[in-house]
């Protein structure tokens, strides 16, 4: 069993930068991959950003690409986005995710938290 707990979401300004930080309990985080999904209304689940269990590997979407930063803490048993030049499109419920498959295959995803929204104002 996996508990996920997100935080730092907010409202923030077109431009402005925000970090998120997800806090894994539970079965071993250090031998896990870490995901970041984001959902707009209305819209279908998007995979953001992965890395690996041992931090060398990352992943990140076309829409984010050179603006968002995934990093880990096993230590912490955390997992941070930063996320920088927010744009209004980046608006969602952002949730992280574990996976012990492909980091980079949103379908190897097991467990979710529960989110925190981040909305950004033009």
């Known amino acids: 069993q996996v508990q996920l707990v997100e935080s730092g979401g907010g409202l923030v300004q077109a431009g402005d930068s925000l970090r998120l930080s997800c806090t894994a309990s539970g079965r071993t985080f250090s031998n896990s991959n870490m995901g970041w999904f984001r959902q707009a209304p209305g819209k279908e689940r998007e995979f953001v950003a992965a890395i690996a269990w041992n931090g060398r590997s990352t992943f990140y979407s076309d829409s984010v690409k050179g603006r968002f930063n995934i990093s880990r803490d096993n230590a912490k048993k955390s997992v941070d986005l930063l996320m920088n030049s927010l744009t209004p499109e980046d608006t969602a419920l952002y949730s992280c995710?574990?996976?012990?498959?492909?980091?980079?295959?949103?379908?190897?995803?097991?467990?979710w938290g529960q989110g925190t929204q981040v909305t950004v104002s033009s």
């Open positions: 995710a574990i996976s012990w498959g492909i980091f980079n295959k949103a379908r190897t995803y097991e467990y």
